[in-house]
C-alpha cells in the first residue's frame, strides 16, 4: 500500500509562484509512474501533469503547458509541481497520484492519490 502526502499548497497572486511536493511512502517509489490533477469546486478532477517513472518523459495538459513543471527525485520518494505565472483559473485542491507503470498516465486510473493540498490564485 503506498502512502502519498502533498505539501505546498497556498494563496498567492495572480502572475505568482508555487512549489508543491508529494513524498510517497509503503512502496518502491521508482517503479511507479507519478501524476498530479486537480479539482476545482464545482468541477470535476482534471489531469495537470505526470512523469515516468525514471523521470524522463512528461505529460502536461494544454492550460498549464509552459508554466508548470513536474519532477521527481527517486532518492527521496518525492515527486514535485513547480507552478509559475499562476492565473485565477488555476485554483483547485491538487492531488498527487501513482501507479505502477512503465506506461506514463493522463487519464484517472491511477492506483493510489493523496489526500489533496488547496491552492488559491487571487487576481
Known amino acids: 500500500q503506498v502512502q502519498l502526502e502533498e505539501s505546498g499548497g497556498g494563496l498567492v497572486q495572480a502572475g505568482g509562484s508555487l512549489g508543491l511536493s508529494c513524498e510517497a511512502s509503503?512502496?518502491?517509489?521508482?517503479?511507479?509512474?507519478m501524476g498530479w490533477f486537480r479539482q476545482a469546486p464545482g468541477k470535476g478532477r482534471e489531469f495537470v501533469a505526470a512523469i515516468s517513472w525514471r523521470g524522463g518523459t512528461t505529460y502536461y495538459a494544454d492550460s498549464v503547458k509552459g508554466r508548470f513543471t513536474i519532477s521527481r527525485d527517486n532518492a527521496k520518494n518525492t515527486v514535485y509541481l513547480r507552478m509559475n505565472n499562476l492565473k485565477p483559473e488555476d485554483t483547485a485542491v491538487y492531488y498527487c497520484?501513482?501507479?505502477?507503470?512503465?506506461?506514463?498516465?493522463?487519464?484517472?486510473?491511477?492506483?493510489?492519490w493523496g489526500q489533496g493540498t488547496q491552492v488559491t490564485v487571487s487576481s
Open positions: 509503503g512502496g518502491t517509489f521508482s517503479t511507479y509512474t
Open positions: 497520484a501513482a501507479k505502477r507503470s512503465i506506461t506514463v498516465l493522463t487519464n484517472n486510473n491511477y492506483d493510489y
